[in-house]
């Protein structure tokens, strides 16, 4: 019909033609400004529009994908191409149309071809995005999804296996805001170029089967025309196929692995459609962790760790022991400069805990006395017992962590005082006299002697004259040595004295415990104006049992 509509046509020009009024309908034709009639764009029928009016037509429905962010296969993200800041580039549209319609309208035969054929031209649309609407829409925010943290890989102790393992690092879902607009951007860029030029192929091959030329042999009248590529509306050019497609995995180095798990994998992801845009975030976009189980770092840590994994070290405290294990050591160790190094803190701090708990010299004792009651001798006079020498201790201590090896002893104590006599004998944990020791109780003028718990001796004795202000000292000593037969000599002027005694026992200041062979009374009043001048006085046979059995370093327990 349409076919022999343009013959009647074509023979009606003839005719005017002959009376001259073909000539100006063609003009006429060609001057109107609107496409011809069968003019098809794009496969939409434009006859009578003009090209402002067919690029509106034309731009109806380009934009009304919506773009689909996908994250372990679940939807995080879905808007609107045209809510994301595109818009179709209508003036260079237009400019488009308008060389289709000078095209179909070059001269009369052009136009006489297009009334008997009709025309079909392709564009490609091309976009303007204003990118400031753009980065409003796409941010971290806009996910759907919450961000997971990055955890490091991290080395543990196995206490099991007596041995340090990799904990490997777990892939988060950080990202960075403006490498998920730039590669988003990229994207959409690209999907519309790629969906234009596709639309173009399909629409210039529909135009040339359906062509034919013109009985005067004229031209094929299927035509392609060019609307250009995406671009920015007011910042910068977007990028285009030509330009290529953004690559994350070179724009944002980011894990080998993948975010996503195997039991999340189970579902296929969505594919583009005519009215989405699906896409994955890449695995490749993710902040990294810093630390990788494979880092070259991470694997000469773990050798330099198991170097000396499993080791222990127990102090003894007489049958008492404490243990320093390797769970605990673990947390102390630190490598620098590819070397196993100790923290000086932690080590500080443990030996000083340590001095704390075990150290008895100078601290409050509460001794159980053989009366059945109870005293407190205070710190200041409590000069027996343990003292931990803590810088030593705890340069040891570091020495023998990174040997490597378990290690059973005891701290390093301050064994001698100033004038060279032991400060302790033996312990039991925090029990330092541990069953042996001297007690004296000067309110009874009596004297107990211990070994192991056993009572050796005990017996009256003169302790010093309170009348003469020559008391005894009260507190724990610790026995400084023990000589026979030895000369006493003390005093000053007419109170000046020699005395030669067989067994002497100091303990304190030059007072100390011996026998009294002047004496035939010990006990009671006695040390009331005829007491000694601070030392303990012993029966004689007494004085030589306690001699015979007592060691360098007994305490020595006197109280009022």
Known sequence: MKKLYAIILFAAMIVLAAAGLGVSYLRSMQDNGEFLVGTEINGRNVTGRTPAEAAELLSEGALDEDVILLENNKEVFRMPVAELGYQVNTQKLEKALTECMEAEKENHQSVIDALMNGNRFNVELSFTVNTDVFKKAVTLDALTEPRRENEDAKILYNDEKKKCEIEPEVQGTLLKEEDLQKWLRSEIDTILVEKQKENASEHAESAGAAAAPSEAGGADTGKTGDAGQAADGNDAAAASA??????????????????????????????????????????????????????????????LLNSVAGETITYTFGSETQTLDFKTIFKWLKIRDGQLKVREEKVTE??????????????????????????????????????????????QLTQEILAGEDVTREPVYMYYGAWGDPLYLGRNGVDDLAGTYVEVSLSTQHMWYYVNGQLIVESDVVTGDTVQHMETQTGAFPLAFKESPATLRGGEGKKKYTTKVQYWMPFYEGQGLHDAWWKTVFGGNEYQGNGSHGCVNLPPSVAETVYNNIVPGTAIIIYN
């Open 242 to 303: 030509e330009d290529g497609t953004a690559d994350p995995a070179n724009e944002n180095k980011g894990s080998e692995g993948s975010a996503e798990s195997e039991e999340e994998a189970a579902e296929p992801p969505m594919e583009d459609g005519e009215d989405q845009i699906v896409r994955t975030i890449p695995a490749s976009m993710y902040i990294p962790p810093d630390k990788k189980a494979s880092d070259e770092d991470m694997q000469k840590k773990l050798e």
């Open 350 to 395: 443990y030996v000083h805990e340590l001095a704390q708990k075990y150290e008895t010299r100078y601290r409050d004792r509460v001794f159980n006395t053989s009366l059945g009651t109870q005293v407190t001798i205070p710190a200041t006079l409590n000069e027996y017992g343990y003292t931990i020498l803590e810088d030593q201790e705890a340069a």
